[in-house]
């Protein structure tokens, strides 16, 4: 007896068989994005720190928490931090547990950036679309792999909040992007999300805009109320906070941007020391190998789905009408391939940026967003059963090869140290800040602002601190040694300040009365507003004479008070020059107290505040300023 069995019943049991692996597959790519998450916070947390700059920001947030405004030392307004969104985030989490600021940031910014993967990873799983049996880590695999990466997945600055806010708003684009009709409320968030760039870094400006341009022209089938109107409703989501926070900043801090891009000429150009910043990261990891094989293994991945534009219909091949032109470039912007333009040009730009202001001293931290923005599309690829198409061709199998070089590959620059001196420094400046650390304060996981005592001359600092009641100025000497230079009365009393490169742990240690100022500017005008030397280490091209911290501190500027490495007549010709009336509305500007003239004005002279420079050299100063002087 024969048993025949029909193609109908084949059919049948095929239909019925198809819901339940297509859920077996989700439930596998589910767990994949989730254990490669997973993977990158325990590679963060084995690797866990806090830099001194980490710290910088935390000075900060305990100002915001004692009641004295988002300011570095109580009565100077200066905005030491640059990522305004970190500083809240941090300052929000701190009040709302009452923890210690230093284990909030770390697991806040732990959260954050496995947060990061997963979006990253569920957006490109939504471009590759529905069809795909599996999605495997390509991308993720990449960049969990790359030691900085995971070095600043804590850290303590806003590198973590930086990679999760590309990540969602990647994911809201392609979302919005495969969906047939626009939910009004879904598009103002992802317009919301967009506008929010300069709030957690001032260059993704360039990323928020382009997204906001896309947003805006692009068609919106379902939208009831007038076009018009629903754009400005748009604009109006995206802007109203970075605006409003805008015109606060110009008038509370006196600067159009934070006081970083003053201290270290964010709108300068170092070129040659960019290109040196770029080979620093992708050199000693071979980084363009995996970056080829993704590319590579998208091409192959794209020969079984289109993620791209619509294609022109056979019935509308004539030649198009103006009108027409511009439907068909606005339709086109709703598509995940102009998502994957947006992402890429975005990354470019960014890394064009960056070279062009010389990168920065942290080994490869600032180009790991413009990388992450690269890598988007191929956080994860499509792995189809390729014998279940009629094409199948033996160079499919491009893709599974691909994948596994990515894996080997991942595996060998997973331990790679890029930067081998004993210092952990090249002879360029760029180092490697979590080993120098390490190696300097003896403290495998520097963390706790107690941990930095253990840094040259710390626990010294703070024991003349202690030991001068009456307060003054402590500056570093030739011989590496603190120096007090006391109030000029010898029973004067005067406040303590200290004078010196090293921010975070100084100002960790310390109370918010003592007032910590260093030489390159981050927390002091003075020194932010003087020319960059040329050919200095990069982040550190700016250092101001102690002289002037002297002089502008109103400590003694007489000898044997003042220390004897620093000349009297220097010190008085200083003096001369800071009476410069632009000098003196400079720091007036951030010093004065915050009246409404003061606000409106600062708002009015935020640009010609943030373009001022001094010469450090106080007779060019003086000339510069038209200062005359009587002569002897």
């Keep these: ?4 069995i029909s193609p109908d019943t084949v059919r049948g049991e095929e239909l019925a068989a198809a819901p339940t692996a297509q859920r077996a597959s989700h439930i596998i790519s589910v767990s994949g994005i989730l254990f490669t998450a997973a993977l990158f916070a325990i590679g963060g947390w084995k690797r866990r720190w806090i830099a001194d700059d980490g710290l910088t920001v935390l000075r900060t947030v305990r100002n915001l928490l004692a009641g004295n405004g988002p300011v570095f030392n ?3 307004r200066v905005e030491v931090n640059t990522s305004t969104a970190w500083t809240y985030l941090i300052w929000f989490f701190s009040w709302l547990t009452q923890a210690r600021l230093e284990y909030v940031v770390l697991v806040l910014a732990l959260t954050l950036s496995a947060t990061a993967i997963v979006f990253a990873m569920l957006g490109a799983a939504r471009l590759w679309g529905g069809g795909a049996q599996f999605f495997l880590p390509a991308g993720a695999l990449v960049y969990i792999a790359l030691p900085p990466a995971r070095d600043y997945a804590t850290s303590g600055l806003e590198s973590s909040l930086v990679i999760c806010w590309l990540a969602v708003l990647w994911w809201w684009l392609i979302r ?11 598009i103002l968030g992802l317009s919301f999300v967009a506008g929010s760039a300069p709030l957690i870094r001032p260059e993704l400006t360039v990323v928020g805009a ?30 109203l906070m970075p605006v409003a926070h805008q015109i606060w900043r110009m008038g509370y801090y006196g600067l159009p941007y934070p006081n970083t891009a003053v201290a270290k000429d964010a709108s300068g150009a170092k070129w040659r020391q960019g290109l ?44 198009p009408t103006p009108r027409e032109r511009i439907h068909r470039f606005r339709v086109r912007l709703r598509t995940p391939g102009t998502a994957v333009a947006l992402m890429l040009t975005s990354g470019a730009l960014l890394t064009l940026y960056e070279i062009r202001v010389g990168g920065d001293f942290m080994h490869a931290r600032m180009l790991l967003p413009p990388l992450f923005c690269a890598l988007l599309p191929v956080m ?66 520097p963390i706790r602002a107690e941990d930095y005592l253990d840094y040259p001359r710390i626990r010294a600092m703070l024991g003349d601190i202690a030991s001068s009641p009456n307060g003054g100025l402590l500056i570093n000497s030739p011989s590496w040694t603190w120096q007090l230079v006391p109030p000029p009365t010898p029973n004067g009393v005067a406040g303590h300040t200290v004078y010196f490169i090293n921010l975070g742990m100084i100002s960790m240690n310390t109370p918010l009365a003592v007032r910590v100022i260093d030489p390159m500017g981050l927390s ?28 502008d501190a109103g400590m003694a500027d007489k000898h044997p008070a003042l220390p004897w490495y620093l000349d009297e007549g220097w010190a008085t010709r200083i003096r001369t020059a800071l009476t410069c009336p632009r000098t003196q509305d400079l720091l007036a500007s951030t010093r004065a107290p ?20 001094i010469d450090r050299v106080p007779e060019n100063e003086m000339q510069r300023c038209a200062i005359v002087t009587r002569t002897r």
């Design 1 to 4: 007896m024969t048993l025949t």
């Design 74 to 76: 109580a009565g100077e």
């Design 176 to 186: 919005w992007s495969r969906t047939e009709k626009v939910n009004p409320a879904s």
């Design 210 to 239: 382009l997204a906001l341009l896309v947003i805006c022209g692009a068609p919106m089938p379902g939208i009831r109320t007038r076009a018009w109107m629903f754009r400005a409703l748009i604009l109006t989501a995206a802007g």
């Design 276 to 319: 040196i910043y770029l080979w620093n990261l992708v050199g000693p990891y071979w980084l363009w190998v995996p970056l080829m094989v993704l590319g590579v293994a998208a091409v192959a991945a794209m020969r079984h789905r289109v993620i791209g534009f619509p294609a022109i219909t056979p019935g509308n091949l004539t030649k």
């Design 380 to 445: 994860v690829l499509p792995l189809d059963s390729f014998a279940a198409h009629a094409n199948f061709r033996r160079t499919d199998r491009a893709l599974p090869i691909a994948l596994a070089a990515i894996a080997g590959w991942a595996f060998l620059a997973a331990d790679t140290t890029a930067i081998h001196t004993a210092n952990h420094i090249t002879d360029t400046g760029i180092a490697d800040e979590r080993l120098y650390y390490i190696q300097t304060t003896g403290h495998a996981h």
């Design 524 to 551: 002091y005008p003075l020194a932010a507003h003087t020319f960059r030397f040329p050919n200095a280490r990069i982040g550190h091209d700016k250092n101001l004479d102690n002289d002037w911290a002297v002089i």
């Design 594 to 613: 915050l009246t409404f003239d003061r606000f409106q004005r600062n708002i009015r002279q935020s640009l010609g505040y943030a373009a001022y420079r």
